[in-house]
């Protein structure tokens, strides 16, 4: 009954001591799930990124609440989103094969 019931939740990083303990993401994360596959060719630019998080019917604040998913560079004021270490480690562990 346990496997059921956590069969939605992955575990993204996972260290043997109790300092650092395992952290999980859920795999129902429509908003996430749906940046993620948008950056699945690496670079997401600031428009295109709002303009997934306005058809995923999300806030505009979502971006800045989750900034540790992202590595975010600014060039000639043009500024571009890619995955961080963290984000990259639940992409992987969340995409449904």
Known sequence: MDDFLSEKRVTYKRQYTESHPAQQASTA???RNAVFSAMKDGVITEDE???ILQTAQASPRWASRN???FKITEE???R???LSGK???IFRSTQTT
């Open 87 to 89: 984000g990259s480690r």
């Open 29 to 31: 994360a429509r908003v």
């Open 67 to 69: 900034v540790d998913l």
């Open 80 to 82: 571009t989103y890619r």
């Open 76 to 78: 000639e004021g043009l």
């Open 49 to 51: 990124l709002n303009t």
